[in-house]
């Protein structure tokens, strides 16, 4: 067989595998909205339960609604692509052996003196190699922004990578980590109203005398799924809110990171798992991902802050990485290194 037919073959069988999840997710979803509203809750309506039913119905389609239309958006929204962003950053297009990277040319005169690194400023770079030179990715042929990290699944460097999702087939980085953010947290309401709804009423069918008889059995196989389910969502949707009020990803969470330190002549380069550069606070954290208006925070659409090639640093790190004479000269000699 020809190799171009075999190389065919094979990426089908990996897309349909890499797919297998997302299709499975549909059919769980379908499945469970089905049963719900049609075997449940119609159920106790038509046994005379109609204002118990009602309300079950009511408070359940909005979640479900939310939970399918983040699903949607994080699955068909790009993550944002260092390929996409190529020369947004004039100083990163330099070769990594050429020069070491460092705290970049956006520290110059006019960011030196804030405390925190302007939004939409000029492009800069603090995270090197341990080294202290620029990160750069060999597969892509491409320069790491910072927070940048190449994806073997997806086959590119994905900017602000939190990880790959095989749930959703797509890597969660910039772009779309406010749906899947907000797919988790509506994803949890659903599988907690599932299960604290139909977990009694099943009990309480099978208490009854032969009452096993009766029982419809989507009623146990809703309290199984979404037990099951919400067991590991919940805690996973606790840690993500964790992570996105701390401003960090995964990776950040679990990896070291290189800072450069002061002039990059020196390449003194701070190593750290702790170390979060980019923690502004709370709110302004949260605001990073689920955008400026705290109105639309819990809706998933709208852009996060900034490109994803740069990102501001809080006055910590800043007051950390900066040496006076950085800024007392104004990033002169770091523009001329
Ligand atoms: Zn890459
Ligand atoms: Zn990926």
Known sequence: MAKGTLDKIQNAIITTVNFSPVVLVALLVSWSYLAYNLSFCWTLIADGNVLQGIAYLVIFQPVSVMMVW????????????????????????????????????????????????????????????RDGRARFCQKCNLPKYDRTHHCRTCKKCVLKMDHHCPWLNNCIGHQNHKPFYLFLVYCSLY??????????????????????????????????????????????????????????????????SNFIMGHRRNRDVLTSRYFNAWNLGRKENVMQVLGPKVSNWFIPTGKPEGDGTTYPLSSYAYDTLVEEEDVSDGGRDLERQ
């Not at 958006?73 to 052996?97: H, I």
Request: hydrophobic share 40%; with cysteine.
């Open 191 to 256: 599988c907690i109203i599932i299960f604290a709804t139909t977990l009694p009423e099943t009990l309480r069918m099978v208490n009854q005398p032969l009452g096993l008889f009766g029982l419809d059995l989507n009623w146990p196989f809703l309290v199984f799924f979404s037990g099951l389910f919400g067991l590991f969502l919940v805690p996973f949707t606790g840690f993500h809110t964790n992570q996105l009020m701390q401003n960090r990803t995964t990776i950040e969470s679990y990896e070291r």
């Open 70 to 129: 983040s699903y949607i958006v994080a699955v068909r929204t790009s993550p944002g692509y260092t390929a996409n962003f190529p020369l947004a950053s004039p100083n990163l297009t330099q070769q990594e052996d050429e020069t070491p990277a460092g705290i970049s040319q956006s520290l110059g005169a006019d960011v030196g003196m804030q405390p925190l690194l302007q939004r939409g400023s000029r492009p800069s770079t603090v995270m090197v190699k």
